[in-house]
């Protein structure tokens, strides 16, 4: 196995998340034909993943698998770039979730790896814009790992709180997780870890030697963590799902104009934006399929 550049970093970009809408950003992407442009405006900026919710016409979400189908085909037409396909559904049953996996087989499929509160808060308002719980048993989370496991898709565990990150070993004793593992470390979202370096430190810690990791900073945390992760060896995310806005305060365009910040950040510290390919050796994927 060769060794890892430490200079390189991979950018994924979030093109739309679940909860974001038009209403709130006019270019939040809602077809696989704007969702493909969107995808292939973060790989001409420097983006080698991106990570795909899909949503019906009218913007709300859908887990149907042919509609991932339909964002992959679209997608693959434009550009080579590593697709991530969301798993997250607040629902016990996953059999859309499992579908969609073994039949698009994307490179990796992000893992919700605990239950948390999952809450805004306004402070303006004083009162909480949502507050529900976001429920991922390891039954649920399991189920997922049986079909990614199938379809040789590489989980990518999405960890909100240090419990999670620290609770993946009885899935390693299962051999439902089979290093090199991959890691990503959500801050700044209401239940879980604050946005501060000791967060990611601790994180880092907790995580088995030899994984890969990155950070998803929400909202106005997301420049200093992503600065604060390619400081610590990470890889960052940005796009529309996590945060509107470049560093200056203004309303990003697109998630292409949000990559084009991170790829430029990285390279301001002294580090290597990874192509597809050297992406792809990171996050230990094998060759294209």
């Not at 009218?58 to 679209?74: H, M």
């Not at 429920?135 to 999405?158: D, F, Q, R, W």
């Not at 002294?270 to 094998?286: C, N, P, W």
Request: with cysteine; glycine share 8%; hydrophobic share 40%.
């Amino acid at each position: 196995m060769t060794q890892r550049d430490p200079n390189l970093c991979v950018i994924t970009c979030a093109l739309s998340g679940v909860l974001a809408n038009r209403k709130q950003h006019p270019g939040i992407p809602y077809t696989a034909v704007e969702i493909a442009e969107e995808a292939k405006s973060a790989y001409d900026a420097g983006a080698s993943v991106v990570h795909i919710h899909a949503r019906n016409e009218d913007g709300s979400p859908t887990f149907e698998p042919a509609v991932f189908a339909a964002i992959k085909r679209e997608i693959r037409a434009r550009c080579p770039i590593i697709l991530n396909f969301s798993t997250g559904t607040i629902l016990d049953d996953v059999s859309q979730q499992c579908a969609y996996i073994e039949e698009s087989t994307p490179e990796i499929a992000a893992l919700n790896m605990g239950t948390m509160n999952y809450s805004k808060y306004s402070n303006k308002k004083k009162e909480f814009v949502f507050d529900m719980v976001f429920p991922n048993t390891y039954g649920k989370i399991a189920k997922l790992l049986e079909s990614m496991n199938k379809a040789g898709v590489k989980p990518e565990l999405e960890c909100f709180d240090t419990g999670h990150t620290h609770g993946v070993w009885p899935l390693i004793d299962m051999g439902l997780l089979k290093a090199p593992l991959q890691f990503s470390f959500i801050v700044n979202v209401l239940g879980g870890i604050p946005a501060t370096v000791e967060s990611l430190q601790l994180q880092i810690k907790l995580m088995p030697q030899g994984s890969e990791w990155e950070v998803i900073g929400i909202s106005t945390s997301q420049w200093r963590m992503l600065a604060t992760a390619l400081v610590l060896g990470g890889n960052v995310r940005v796009g529309l799902e996590d945060n509107f806005y470049l560093p200056s305060g203004e309303m990003a365009s697109s998630n292409g104009a949000l990559v084009e910040v991170a790829a430029r950040l990285v390279r301001d510290v002294g580090r290597k934006v990874a192509t597809v390919e050297e992406a792809r050796s990171i996050l230990s994927l094998g060759p294209p399929r």
